[in-house]
């Protein structure tokens, strides 16, 4: 049985790389191979070099970083002392989830692939390389990728005699056992179990509940976009942040879309249960307390305003008695029904409690201990930090756009954080928020004297907002702000801070109003008109230049009139500003920071 043991190892930011493992692990336990799962920096890194197997799947942040459960992991593997033989004796297969709008697609793949076949790895498959900008989604890749997989793993490791691949048909077993149990039984927190023990400060497994000081809208009231800028006050818990760090937050569920589930599955909220494993390989949930009731389920673990992925459909049809249902369902699960699953779910952004709501039948008929299996726990979600401590002592500050938008369904799309913190009023409560910190992708200079060319529009703003603060504190200038926004007087975020700046001659801002005439003016118009400018600081002074904002058109543009500046002042053909950008970029003077 030792060598039908298999390990998937993933490294996930939001939960799809995580996702995706899972699915692994699945697909080998029907092939009859023991399997854990686990994110790469959980994983006792000494004990790769006795694994017989392993299927890395990783995503990539940021400027090409790799996820943060995975840092550590990835920090290891590139040790100069590792011998070239190391892993020798491991087969591997490495498959990235990346999204092509980004510069650095699946970065982190390629670059854990290399280092495995470095390090003496044997490679069981190609690499793969999912794209979330395909029609299909990742799935487009990743379907095809894993058939390959699995006939070469069962090439190498054929199925006993006795055995066949389970089938498909056939349910597997819920991930924990769920038992209810009588009310006056007392509750253990979840949130301080001993797998987190050595973890020092706030983290995901025991977050900080910051006091929520203020929440003020800083659009006009007539402006399109409501966006917030949040404070919360972290006296006490030790944290403490650098420019370019991101604050993580892990909200609750609506508490309209809570009520709604709670009615639509029938279930009682005052109901208690506890969990039991169920398979040795899976551990419990840490953050659960134990009994926990089906409110707190329902409330603050459960990701029911989530679009629900492939394998919810798959775990739906098992249960499903109602035929139509039950054909819907089979045809969601099958390759040829992802091009109508995307345009039903993930086009329109269906939550998985509008999907329930679609079918009725199924809802009666789904048991409690497989909601474990159909519903993800809810993802914390990342934001800049828009403050500095030199500036804001024991504040975390949150620029944030409330997301709403509307697709082909009659009820407008809601950001799940973002509108649970538009909604919380610190005058009329002490309202918490859990949080804790991580580092960022981006990192500033050190070095007073440096330059600093910082590109920011919208929300991109908010690293830019705590680096300003930091070097200002200190009356160290040489700082240029390139910020863009639609008017001048309903979303120029933050301009009454710059103009005393401004007068002081710490900082330089230029800015981009879109909308306040007829031809649109962005960042990189007046990036080019400034190029002289540009081009001294670069090339002269040892300027840095960082981009933060949207990813899906700014980067590429801001890079493009870039490069204009150096072609026209840096006297440079095409080729030889772009090596000038890579230059800069493999030196860290050139970094971008976008989100789609």
Known sequence: MESRRLTVLYGSQTGTAQDVAERVAREAKRRHFSTKVLAMDQYPIASLIH??????????????????????????????????NSLCQLNFAVLGLGDSSYQKFNFVAKK??????????????????????????????????????????????????????????????????????????????????????????????????????????????????????????????????????VVMIQPPNLPDEVQTFIQLLKLNPEDRILLQQND??????????????????????????????????????????????????QEFSTAEGQEELYSYCNRPKRTTLEVLEDFPHVINTIPVDYLFDLIPPIQPRAFSIASSLQAHPNEVHVLMAVVQYKTKLFTPRRGLCSTWLSSLNPQKDDIRVPMWIRRGTISFPRTPATPVIMVG??????PFRGFIQERTTHGIGGNVLFFGCRNKDKDFFCASEWQPLVEKGLLTVYTAFSRDQEAKIYVQHRIKENGAMIWDLIHNQ?????????????????????????MEHGDMGETEADRYIHSLEHRRRYQVEAWS
């Open 51 to 84: 694994e017989p197997m392993v299927i890395f799947v990783c995503s990539t942040t940021g400027q090409g970083d790799e996820p943060d459960n995975m840092k550590v992991f990835w920090k290891f593997l590139l040790r100069k002392n590792l011998p070239t």
């Open 112 to 245: 854990l692939q290399k280092r495995l076949q470095q390090l003496g790895g044997t490679p069981l498959h190609t690499l793969g390389l999912a794209d979330d900008q395909h029609d299909l989604g990742p799935d487009a890749v990743v379907d095809p990728w894993l058939n390959t997989l699995w006939n070469n793993v069962l090439s190498l490791h054929p199925l006993p005699p006795d055995k066949a691949i389970i089938s498909e048909h056939i349910l597997p077993p819920p991930r924990y056992k769920v038992q209810f149990v009588d009310g006056d039984e007392p509750s253990m927190n979840g949130l301080h179990v001993p797998a987190d023990s050595g973890v020092s400060g706030p983290s995901q497994n025991n977050p900080f509940y910051a006091r929520l000081v203020s929440n003020d809208r800083i659009t006009a009231d007539d402006h399109w976009q409501d966006v917030r800028l949040i404070k919360l006050d972290v006296s006490g818990s030790g944290l403490s942040h650098a420019a370019g760090d």
């Open 280 to 329: 040795p390989d899976i551990p419990l949930p840490p953050t659960l307390p134990q009994p926990c009731t089906i409110q707190h389920l329902v409330e603050q673990y459960w990701d029911i305003h989530a679009v629900p992925r492939r394998w919810f459909f798959t775990l739906l049809s098992y249960f499903a008695d109602n035929e139509l249902e039950k054909e819907k369902f």
């Open 457 to 462: 529009p919208g929300t991109g703003l908010a």
């Open 542 to 566: 040892e300027a840095w230049i960082f981009v933060a904002g949207n990813a899906k058109q700014m980067p590429t543009d801001v890079q493009s009139a870039l490069q204009s500046v150096l």
